[in-house]
């Protein structure tokens, strides 16, 4: 197999160098923009008809590409475990735990107490105990966290194609020996030269297309997971906010069609390159070259084709999206009355007493705390808690973040310094994951 990363790495005559690395710095130069965090002027009871003006997700290929693991964020030792201790209401959380397990719920709440007595040299182990308020019938629950879990495949399938379309991918490797090509037959083959450069700079404008659809494409699943989380907590009218999340699914209905157009663009413009292939093969002095060419375009039609691939399975979730915001739309029966309680059990890491190990509901996940307000002398007072799981199968990332706090309200600069200090550690609050607000409206508090 050719390496196209080779070129890279050989010496060139001098009169072929500047037309090479032209070429090259015109395949990696899609503009960049810093990952933003996830937009906290949509407040709880915000009206969205604003919403489908938003430009696209910035940096959210960027991000895609550039995420290789969970973050490992520092972590607050010098906790003392047994003042964290006692109630704690959320005062928001990320959209895959705020629409998955908290789903229906509104008002959640946390009461943590020691399962058995301190020892020396060992972490503690404290035991679990988690409330929420229902909102929503266990229909419309339903709905919501498949609607969630549906947005959340087309996020991982559109980070995939950003994998595809990134500078490290094998199709930029590819396009980069093409450009090799290039220089190698320009002086004997003007013509042919001049069909692979068109053939380069068609295939990396509909890369750039690509990801900048994309991003768009990420920002309207983050703005319909938004919505979902007023939904899950019974806020606004269900219908207005239902209807704009099916106008929401439209959208990206429409950006991944593009997508999918400019990926079949892709292909027509590889079909040049095999042409040229042929047309050099005869000539025994090409040989090489035209093999070259014949590879660049099996790397080509490998990426493509799983491309479509993805944007067929994001088309399939996007259906899925609809079907489950028409469940919930019909749905007409009430809510339960009663609070639904969790129980679980979390272990402290003795040697870092700020990371330990929650298990609940059959799941079992890491619990960092990132952040404090307060003191051990005088009280904790807000908490910023971090989890990542990392599902190196399928090459996916699953960030969890949650605020919490001693009374049932924060102020905006907290939230703001905790979710900004999120974002310097590289935790994802994109796509399918925005930070959502929780309500705490409910009676009847915890008492200690």
Not at 212 to 231: K, M, Y
Not at 334 to 355: D, L
Not at 402 to 415: G, H, P, Q, Y
Request: glycine share 6%; charged share 20%; net charge negative.
């Amino acid at each position: 197999m050719i390496d196209f990363a080779a070129p890279r790495r050989r010496s060139m005559r001098q009169h072929s160098f500047s037309t090479l690395i032209l070429l090259y710095l015109w395949l990696i130069a899609t503009p960049r923009i810093a990952i933003s965090i996830a937009d906290l002027n949509h407040e709880l009871h915000l009206e969205h008809e604003d919403v489908f003006g938003a430009p696209a997700e910035l940096g959210f290929c960027t991000e895609a590409t550039s995420r290789k693991t969970c973050p490992e964020p520092p972590t607050y030792d010098s906790i003392v475990i047994e003042k964290y201790l006692g109630i704690w209401y959320e005062i928001g959380s990320t959209a895959t735990i705020k629409l998955q397990s908290e789903a229906g719920l509104a008002c959640y709440q946390a009461n943590y107490s020691l399962a058995a007595e301190l020892l020396p040299s060992q972490g503690a182990k404290i035991a679990l105990l988690h409330r929420g308020f229902p909102k929503l019938s266990a229909v419309s629950k339903q709905g919501v966290t498949r609607l969630s879990s549906a947005a959340s495949s087309v996020c991982d399938n559109a980070r995939h194609i950003c994998r595809s379309v990134g500078p490290e991918s094998p199709l930029r490797d590819a396009l980069y020996g093409i450009s090799h090509v290039v220089v190698e037959i320009s002086p004997t083959h003007p013509q042919l030269a001049s069909v692979l450069s068109q053939a380069i700079v068609n295939i990396s404008s509909s890369l750039q297309n690509i990801d900048a659809g994309l991003g768009r494409l990420a920002s309207n699943v983050t703005h319909i997971q938004i919505i979902n989380g007023e939904v899950s907590q019974g806020l606004g009218t269900k219908q207005n906010n239902l209807e704009s999340v099916n106008k929401l699914i439209r959208r990206a209905m429409s950006e991944r069609s593009a997508i999918t157009q400019l990926v079949s663009e892709v292909g027509i413009a590889r079909e040049a390159t095999i042409e040229v292939a042929k047309s050099l093969i005869s000539d025994d002095s090409y040989a090489e070259v035209a093999s070259k060419l014949l590879e660049a375009g099996q790397v080509i039609d490998r990426q493509t084709k799983a491309m479509t691939e993805r944007l067929t399975n994001a088309e399939l979730k996007l259906i899925a999206m609809a079907a489950a915001s028409s469940s919930i739309m019909a749905d007409k029966t009430e809510p339960e009355t009663e609070w639904a309680i969790v129980e679980g059990q979390a272990v402290q890491n003795y040697s870092s007493p700020a990371k330990l190990v929650v298990s609940m509901q059959g799941f079992s996940g890491p619990y960092w705390i990132i952040g404090l307000e307060g003191s051990a002398e005088k009280g904790y007072e807000a908490a910023l808690v971090y989890s990542c799981i990392h599902d190196q199968k399928y090459g996916e990332i699953h960030d969890t973040l949650f605020v919490l706090s001693r009374s049932t309200d924060l102020s905006r600069a907290n939230i703001d310094r905790f979710l900004a200090s999120a974002k310097l550690f590289g935790i994802s609050t994109s796509c399918q994951n925005p930070f959502l607000l929780t309500l705490q409206d409910c009676e009847s508090p915890w008492v200690e």
